[in-house]
């Protein structure tokens, strides 16, 4: 299994631009979650989905969009990118509400100029 | 806003040390988790502790919730090169399991 996995590792965007980040896991996992991790703030949850189709707003989900449409993949977009969101972005999945471990991907770092 | 704080937000001791960090949250929780991060990398989940436990152990790990201080300590017995990283704590409010960090401790361990 390759657990976790995120694309792409990497990416600088120009204000104003638009990107998606996506979030694959292969665990057949209900549950998974997009944070963003800023310098001494720890991780904050932008989106959820509890199941394919679903998603939710977490904490910070001003500027981003989500997409779940194959219980594999969690999408997320930035429509219009600001400086603000440069970031270290993680994505987590988690079996099922049985369980309570989550699982994270190796990040996404972004940089908006 | 953030739930948990962390202390210290750093720690350095020597290898063979115990490290002992500690988190406080603010609300009622399901559970409190700890994980870890290597530099550049992805969380690790280390271990979970239910409201209802007040002491869990895993390996080098010890951890303690105190739920009347609304409180958590985190102990590596004979701490080793290999654990410096930073360590997380994540309370788990219930429901969607939306876990809530803290900002960390950030731990090294000289050879």
């Known amino acids: 299994n390759a657990g976790v996995t995120q694309t792409p590792k990497f990416r600088v965007l120009k204000t104003g631009q638009s990107m998606t980040l996506l979030c694959a896991q292969d665990?057949?996992?209900?549950?998974m979650y997009w944070y963003r991790q800023d310098p001494g703030m720890g991780l904050r949850l932008i989106h959820y989905s509890v199941g394919e189709g679903t998603t939710a707003k977490g904490e910070v989900p001003d500027g981003y969009n989500v997409s779940r449409l194959k219980k594999q993949n969690f999408l997320l977009g930035l429509e219009s990118a600001a400086p603000s969101q440069t970031s270290v972005y993680f994505c987590a999945s988690r079996r099922d509400h049985g369980t309570d471990t989550q699982y994270f991907g190796p990040g996404t770092r972004l940089t908006v100029l | 806003s953030q739930q948990g704080e962390e202390d210290p937000q750093a720690l350095s001791i020597q290898e063979g040390e115990n490290a002992t960090m500690n988190c406080s949250y603010k609300t009622s929780i399901n559970n409190l988790q700890w994980y870890r991060q290597n530099s550049g990398r992805g969380l690790v989940h280390l271990i979970l502790?239910?409201?209802?436990?007040r002491e869990k152990h895993s390996g080098r790990l010890r951890v303690t919730l105190d739920t009347s201080k609304k409180s958590s300590s985190l102990l590596i017995t004979a701490s080793r090169a290999a654990d410096t990283a930073s360590y997380f704590c994540a309370t788990d409010l219930g429901g969607a399991q939306k876990l809530v960090f803290g900002q960390g401790t950030r731990l090294t361990i000289n050879p």
């Open positions: 502790i239910r409201s209802n436990e």
């Open positions: 665990m057949n996992h209900e549950y």
